[in-house]
């Protein structure tokens, strides 16, 4: 059973490394979706402090982390949302352990997250997800996330996606 909670400092070092670890997974992969300037340490650091770093633990091994807020992807103005209230939350750097993944993780993370909200009144969540990154589109399309934009970024694009509770 996975115990999921806020990051703190004690954390800390071990979600950099668990980052740099996806990263690299990610490369691997031939997935330039993250890189040294995103999800950099400040970023996460602040996230933290914020109280939004979120971590999950098997038994003493991290295996994911992810950032929740209501801080709006860029481009967000041109999604389709079909919540357009404010009690929502958006999702940022879900980060599986490369040891973990393929065995559900990603899905359990999502429901853990998914039920919290609804607890919490939380009547949406909102992400973007790189195309490019075929296990993470296979993830969100299977937990039921609808795409309500492609948004241009750097050069690329990226979707929207939504799930409203």
Known sequence: MLEFRNANYVDFSKVLNLSAAATDDLHRAGIDQWDEEYPDSDYLEEAMKQGQL?????????????????????????????????DYRV????????????????AQTLQQIEEDLKQQGVK?????????????????????????????????FFYLLEKVF
């Open 54 to 86: 979120q971590i999950a633990y098997d038994r003493d091994v991290l295996v994911a982390a992810y950032i929740l807020n209501r801080e709006d992807i860029p481009g967000c103005e041109l999604g389709r949302w079909q919540y357009t209230g404010e």
């Open 124 to 156: 949406a969540l909102r992400l973007g997800v790189y195309p490019k990154n075929p296990y993470a589109v296979n993830l969100y399309d299977h937990r039921g996330y609808h795409r309500v934009a492609e948004v241009p970024f750097d050069g690329e």
């Open 91 to 106: 999702l940022h750097v879900l980060c599986i352990n490369p040891a973990y993944q393929h065995e559900g993780l990603g």
